[in-house]
């Protein structure tokens, strides 16, 4: 946990100092620069060389944002935050239906389907507010690439402050939190329990082969990151009878549960070290 410890720390440090020294337009600064995010990036891919990815197949590679590779799914081609590519040779493609017919893959359909992509999202205040919007988006991205390449690995790290920055303080170069509300934890956690751990490769294409869920409170210093139900239960963010169980969204089991995926479904090790 040291590492994503420190990301957290510095994602924390980040958007902090600029709200301080320039209230609500540094905060909307500092979240478009990426800084912040990139943070988390970099645990990813330092999880996945611990695990024993060789990191030339890492893209963008080690403290690096470019290249992303822009892969192409049955809607669209977009840039993917961290990918694990295998030995596989790229092969160019013209794609020839929907919206993107007559655009140029640069890497195949085989190339992309064994490509591991994770993309890594983060929401620190209005988390009620712009839930809609942001959960739809992310089951789009999953059904946008398990459509053309029912096989491919995808993984999703979701992180959200709980309790969340208050942006009317903000707007006062102040650090203050909102108070945490149980619903709004529980729909988190039931929204993406329910998009975890696709099996099967013929259906359920708006689900991931695996969610991490980042539930962070940036109040504390060091940033406290809750990894099991027993936390939550303890800083009242979820009901004490609850019997809802995080751990399969838990950062632990991510990368691992993420890689053996891939190996079932490809009975290959071309991406180990």
Request: with cysteine; aromatic share 8%.
């Given at each position: 946990?040291?590492?994503?410890?420190?990301?957290?720390?510095?994602?924390?440090?980040?958007?902090?100092?600029?709200?301080?020294?320039?209230?609500?337009?540094?905060?909307?600064?500092?979240?478009?620069?990426?800084?912040?995010?990139?943070?988390?990036?970099?645990?990813?891919?330092?999880?996945?060389v611990?695990?024993?990815?060789?990191?030339?197949?890492?893209?963008?590679?080690?403290?690096?944002?470019?290249?992303?590779?822009?892969?192409?799914?049955?809607?669209?081609?977009?840039?993917?935050?961290?990918?694990?590519?295998?030995?596989?040779?790229?092969?160019?493609?013209?794609?020839?239906?929907?919206?993107?017919?007559?655009?140029v893959?640069?890497?195949?359909?085989?190339?992309?389907?064994?490509?591991?992509?994770?993309?890594?999202?983060?929401?620190?205040?209005?988390?009620?507010?712009?839930?809609?919007?942001?959960?739809?988006?992310?089951?789009?991205?999953?059904?946008?690439?398990?459509?053309?390449?029912?096989?491919?690995?995808?993984?999703?790290?979701?992180?959200?402050?709980?309790?969340?920055?208050?942006?009317?303080?903000?707007?006062?170069?102040?650090?203050?939190?909102?108070?945490?509300?149980?619903?709004?934890?529980?729909?988190?956690?039931?929204?993406?329990?329910?998009?975890?751990?696709?099996?099967?490769?013929?259906?359920?294409?708006?689900?991931?082969?695996?969610?991490?869920?980042?539930?962070?409170?940036?109040?504390?210093?060091?940033?406290?990151?809750?990894?099991?139900?027993?936390?939550?239960?303890?800083?009242?963010?979820?009901?004490?009878?609850?019997?809802?169980?995080?751990?399969?969204?838990?950062?632990?089991k991510?990368?691992?549960?993420?890689?053996?995926?891939?190996?079932?479904?490809?009975?290959?090790?071309?991406?180990?070290?």
């Amino acid at each position: 946990m040291k590492n994503i410890q420190k990301a957290i720390d510095n994602f924390k440090e980040l958007i902090e100092t600029s709200i301080i020294e320039n209230g609500a337009k540094g905060k909307e600064a500092m979240i478009r620069s990426s800084r912040p995010i990139l943070n988390i990036h970099e645990a990813v891919k330092v999880e996945l060389v611990e695990a024993g990815i060789n990191e030339d197949l890492i893209f963008p590679p080690l403290n690096s944002r470019t290249p992303e590779l822009k892969l192409a799914g049955s809607r669209k081609q977009k840039n993917q935050d961290v990918c694990v590519v295998s030995n596989l040779d790229k092969a160019e493609e013209i794609l020839e239906e929907g919206l993107l017919q007559d655009v140029v893959d640069e890497y195949g359909e085989k190339f992309t389907e064994r490509t591991i992509s994770i993309n890594i999202r983060s929401q620190i205040s209005s988390i009620q507010k712009n839930f809609d919007t942001l959960y739809e988006r992310t089951t789009s991205e999953a059904i946008n690439l398990h459509d053309r390449c029912p096989k491919m690995v995808l993984g999703e790290v979701y992180m959200i402050a709980i309790p969340e920055y208050d942006d009317k303080e903000v707007k006062d170069n102040k650090v203050l939190f909102k108070k945490p509300n149980q619903a709004t934890v529980l729909k988190y956690i039931k929204s993406f329990q329910a998009i975890n751990n696709r099996k099967g490769t013929e259906k359920n294409f708006y689900k991931y082969e695996k969610v991490c869920l980042l539930i962070v409170d940036f109040s504390q210093t060091p940033a406290k990151i809750y990894n099991t139900s027993d936390e939550l239960k303890e800083a009242g963010l979820i009901p004490a009878d609850s019997t809802i169980d995080v751990s399969e969204l838990s950062w632990e089991k991510f990368v691992p549960d993420l890689l053996q995926v891939y190996k079932e479904r490809f009975a290959s090790t071309d991406i180990d070290n």
